[in-house]
Every structure is written in C-alpha cells, then in structure tokens.
C-alpha cells in the first residue's frame, strides 16, 4: 500500500482550491452575518444519540460510529450539523423569539451520497428558527440566492416543493408505512410506471392524484395545474397557497417548482427547496422547513434553512484572481522592513527570499520584487525567472 | 461534461437504437449517421442542440447520472443492477421488449429446491434482481456473477439454476432448459438526469413529451 494513497471519495485541497474554499467560506459567512445569522460551531463528534436524533435512515447509514473511550458509549462523527444547530437552538440558547444561526464545517459520510460526491463535504449553511410564518421560508430561499450570486454561479435555479401535499395524500391513502416507503421511492425518480404498478389498489382520487404528483413541475403554472388535479383537502390547498404566496415574495428569483420533490420527507414538514446550477449533475444546495426536530432536544421549535457542500459549490464557480505575491530579499535594514509592513498592511502578500534558492519564485506565487533604487524600495516587475 | 445550450441523449447500440428510431422522429430529430455502419461515438443530429452518444447498455445509467448525458435509454434490467440512484425515470418507452426469468434444466425440480429455507445455487448477470427475488421467497441463494452464456451454468454444474432475459426462449430451448418462474416483464426506460430536468427543462420537456405521445401501448 502506497503510503500517500487517500480512502476513496476522500481528497486534500491543494493551493489553489484551498485558498478558493476559504475565499468562497468568508465571503459566504460575511453575507450571513449582514443578514443577522450569527455563527456557530458545534463539535466534530457526539454521541450517536444526539447526532440521530429525529432524522431519518439515511443519515444513520451515513454517520461513522466510534466507541468513546472515556465513556464507553457510541460516538458518532457528524454526517449532517442541521440536527446539531437544532439542538443549540433548542437546548442551549433557549431564546424566546427568533434564533439566526449559521455554520460551516465538515462532516464526514460513512458512504458518499452520489458518485460525484466526496466522503468529507464541507457543508456551510444558515437556520432560522421561531417563526412559523412563509416570511421565514422567503428569507432563507432569498438568502439562498444571494449566496449562490454571491459565489458566482452562473445560471441556477431554485426549485420549490412541499412535503404537506404528499403526506396528505398518503394519509388518505391509509397505504402501509412499508408501501409508502417504496412511493416515496417512485415519486422521487418519477417513476410513473412504477407508481402505477403500486396503486393498483389504491382508491381512484388518490390515485389520480398520486400519478399527477410526478409530472407536476416548471414554472409558476405548475400551482394552477396542482389546484386543478389535487384533491381539494385543507391540508393541500394550504401548502399551494404557501407556495403562491412564495412565489410572489420571490418575483425577480429563478424560481420553478417540482411538488413531488421529497428529498428529507422524514424531518421536513413544510415547504422545501432544491438549487441547482452551474455543471453539476445533483443540486448544489438542499433546504425546507424542519419544524418538529427541536422537540426531541427538548423544545419543538419552527425552523428552516439550507445547507450545502462547499467543495461541490467550488467546483462551479470562477477561479478568483489573486494577485501574485512580492518577493522581498531579506535582512533586517530597518527601511526595508517599514516597507514590507506597509506593502502588507496595504493587503499584498509579501514573500521574503532566502538565500540559495533562486529561479524558483516564480513557482512559489511571486510577480514582482522589492529593489532598491537610488536610497528608495521600489515594486519591480519579477524578472528572469 | 454536457453540451451547455444543448442536450445529450445516450443510447446503446442495437436493439434499443433502432426501436427508439421512431420515437426520435416523433420528437423531430433524426441522426446524421448510423452507429451500426460508423464508428462514432457521438452522433449529430438533424438538430444542432441535440447529439446522441453511444454507450454500452450496462453504461447508460451512469453517463445520465454523472450529468455526461442529460437523458439516456436504459433497460428496466439494467436499472435495477444500477439501482437508480440520482435519475428520473418518468416513461416506460415499450420498447426492447423482453421477460426476467429463472431457467433451469428439463429435469431439475424447481418446485422442490426452492421450498422455503432451503439454498439453491443461481448463476447470473443480475445478482441484485435475483438476490431480490429470492429473498422475496425466503430461499437461500449463492450466486454466481457471470457476464454471459448463463444457460452453460446449469449445464456444466456450475449452478442448479439462472437467472436471465428471456425473449424467444430460444437458446433456452437448445440448451435443454425450461423457463420455471417468470421474476418481471422488462422494457427500455426514458431516464433523465436530475439537474438537466431542472436547468434544461425548456429543451427536455418537448422531447418528453413526444416521446410519451409516440409510445406504443
């Protein structure tokens, strides 16, 4: 085994794609905080209990475990810091009225989530908690966006969902948790076929209305289309009225809709998003409302917000242009050092030479050099190198 | 990566490249060259913002999901090796046509080795459908992966029984083995990659839907 060998979907970050994470880092969590979201950074580990708790399978099979030798219980390293941020909003700050929280730190998948995915994302998100209202959904998705434009990401779009109008139907179906699992499945794929197959028996309104789910997406008309398709129960007409209301708070937004986007139906229980954008083949950045997953820390609170993997995020968006660095000869002269104090004050990276080393500054980031000409230290063009 | 003001639809020769012909013309577009007689990988189309690509079967699936096609053709078999993960799969194209079946020779007792509890020894391409269907029964599996010529398997004492397409039955026939339970009918899928869908909606939808209007029931 080669010593220098990584895990599979495991990488390092060179240079240059380091330095561009932590440029894409602060400059997202700077917007988050013009925004009122303040920041927190919860542990790499805990135990297993509290990291699963109120969320489904997936994120069970996603999260290592490890023995804590301290107190011999099961330890988990973070698969996901959503349910972490929950649990201070909900245990720790204990705060009457809204909690802006945000975070960025990486967490580790037991299996990658796709094949395009690496094993340690490093997931940067923002959460509101304590009001139920659509203002909160609005602000998030708006939010959203800004950091996607604040990226740079080319086209994107945002699409909208909510989970209310599947469970709903479900109910109404009265199907069986186990053949709801494998809907939930077809709805997610859109696969018709499928779906028809399984609602053999089922009753002939749901029915209709679970073959619709699937085919309803695009743009704003998809609400009118669901009005006219979906049974007309309370719970269904208040989820598209959510969704219209939305709508019209986003106007300007590249906002679409897919009804039958269930992604984290087991802890979402309102309206959900999805962004995509760029070249990725799988959308670069997962949101919704969450409202129930407090009360098992304690304190259910309504909550809502997104997160998603800055490396994947990275890999869509420009290089930034950094300005090359100044090589500066070293010595102690005291004219010399003001200089460079100044140089880096005024924010240029300044490179001290040391000796035996020449004709490989060029490799190591510099563009120019610091000479002396006539008593004075003067930027020069890095020559001959 | 994808064409960006276009789209890539990824097909395997054969079969499924000529009964998808029509459904093609239905949505107006007709490739520049045959892949039967050219070489070419990727093959224009009459429409500069539609290209076909050329992939083994098995492949299909993976070219839709890594986003290298934005929709490809895929035999329900193959999807369900593949499992799916990451892909639409809105239309049943009824077309490629075929049965997933398990086969065994003329005088094995099926009936009696496949009693509940019990272990029969299977060999075939498409371990998961079958451990699936097994399980399913409460039997006993190992199986075998091979990539072709199953029905030697059970021939030659390498399996009891396999697990394979079955169209005419006609290689069935002249290797002595009998068809002893039908697994599911198996037809070629429309499968769409989930990003395209949403950021290419305005090119994808039409072709869609002409393909849904063109499937022959």
Known sequence: MLRWVLPEYIQDALPAEAAKLEDLRRRLLDDFRLNGYQLVAPPLLEYLESLLTGAGQDLQLKTLKLVDQLSGRLMGVRADITPQVARIDAHLLNRKGVARLCYCGSVAHAVPSSLTATREPLQLG??????????????????????????????????????????????????????????FDCLQSKDLPGLRELLVEAPEGVRAALLALPTLYGGVDVLARAREVLP????????????????????????????ADLRGYHYHSG?????????????????????????????????????????????QVPDPV????ILAPAGGEAG???TIAALRAGGENVMIELPGHEGTWREAGCDRRLVLRGGAWQVEPLQGE | MTILNGITLALSKGRIFEETLPLLAAAGITPTDNPETSRKLIIGTNRPDVRLVIVRATDTPTYVQYGAADMGIAGKDVLLEHGGAGLYQPLDLNIAKCRLCVAAPKDFDYAAAVKRGARIRVATKYVNAAREHFAAKGVHVDLIKLYGSMELAPLVGLADAIVDLVSTGGTLKANNLVEVEDIM?????????????????????????????????
């Open chain 1, 271 to 315: 309206v959900v998003f999805a962004a995509y954008g760029g070249n990725s083949p799988v959308a670069l950045a997962l949101g919704g409302r969450y409202d129930s997953v407090g009360r098992a820390f304690g304190r259910g609170r309504p909550a809502t917000g997104f997160s998603l993997d800055l490396r994947e995020l990275a890999a």
């Open chain 1, 126 to 183: 923002a959460e509101l908690y304590g009001h139920a209202g659509i203002e909160a959904d609005a602000e998030v998705i708006r939010l959203l966006a800004e950091a996607l434009q604040t990226a740079g990401v080319g086209t994107s779009r945002i699409d909208l969902g909510h989970v209310g109008i599947f469970k709903a139907l479900a109910q109404t179906a009265g199907l069986l948790p186990q053949k709801e699992e494998a809907l």
């Open chain 2, 185 to 217: 009918p198996i037809s070629s899928r429309l499968v769409v990659n989930q990003a395209s869908l949403k950021l290419k909606r305005e090119l994808i939808q039409p072709v869609l839907e002409a393909f849904a209007g063109a499937v022959k029931k």
């Open chain 1, 336 to 338: 010399l050092s003001a």
């Open chain 1, 232 to 259: 007309r129960q309370p719970e269904i007409v208040a989820a598209l009225d959510d969704l219209q209301e939305l709508a019209s708070r986003l106007a300007g937004l590249p906002i679409s809709f897919d009804l």
């Open chain 1, 322 to 325: 950094a300005a090359g660095a």
